[in-house]
């Protein structure tokens, strides 16, 4: 079949075979869109048959070995790649993302990522990010700022574009502080040491869910401190 998008403006020189499904909106903004997403990987994939198209994609999924300097020798890590396959970016071509405010959105000038599992990230991968992936750690801090101000609160876990409420810890706040001692700091920074702030004093205002407030911060308030048998 030939690939024909009412809003994409340049007719597309190749032909692709497409299964099409019914998808969730918060993974792609219209189906149409896969023009978008295509085109760019139209040198890749050549002839686009089935056979092409899986070749592609095997070789664009297809991790690297990396190799790393212990003691002047290079050990063949065969798990690190493991380490890289989040975080993901979480938009179209050309940069518009379903926000958590349930509206389309365009990151300028950056790449969102819409989910942060930050419960099994926070003290592992992102500290090694910062080491070796340090050009994308400003996006990361960027698109949980982006999160932020779109719900109005900051995220309690920053999962598929949709904000997370409940969460045992904040662990978006040791990711963004880790990043600023570091010395990445192009993006809001006053905004988002706002928002920690007051998530750590403060509930949030409707209509953010009562839910959405640091554990235990009731009985911080009330005695000073979170007593073991109360959270």
């Known amino acids: 079949m030939t690939v024909c998008c009412p809003d994409y403006p340049r007719p597309l020189r190749f032909q692709i075979v497409l299964r099409v499904a019914e998808i969730d909106k918060r993974e792609l903004i219209v189906i149409c869109r896969r023009c978008l997403v295509f085109e760019p990987l139209a040198p890749v994939i050549g002839d686009a048959n089935p056979v092409n198209v899986l070749f592609a ?13 212990i003691n002047h020798r290079f050990v063949t890590v065969f798990v690190f790649y493991r380490s890289l396959l989040a975080q993901y970016i979480s938009q179209d071509v050309d940069g518009k993302y379903f926000g958590a405010d349930g509206k389309i959105h365009t990151a300028k000038n950056y790449n969102f990522y819409g989910s942060f599992s930050c419960w099994d990230t926070y003290r592992s991968q992102h500290p090694l990010l910062t080491l070796i992936a340090h ?3 400003n996006d990361f801090i960027k698109s949980i700022v982006a999160k932020t101000k779109q719900y109005g609160w900051l995220p309690g876990q920053h999962f ?12 978006l ?8 001692r570091k010395g990445f700091r192009d993006y809001d920074v006053d905004f988002i040491y706002n928002a920690m702030r007051t998530k750590a004093l403060e509930f949030p ?5 009562v839910d959405a407030a640091r554990s235990g911060l009731k009985y911080t308030n009330e005695l000073g401190y979170i007593a073991a048998d109360r959270v």
């Open 160 to 171: 598929q574009n949709v904000f997370g409420e409940g969460m045992v810890g904040d662990h």
């Open 173 to 180: 706040v040791p990711v963004v502080v880790d990043a600023y």
């Open 205 to 209: 205002k409707p209509p953010v869910s």
């Open 135 to 137: 050009e994308h750690v």
């Open 57 to 69: 994609r095997n070789q664009i999924c297809k991790y690297k070995r990396m190799l790393i300097s």
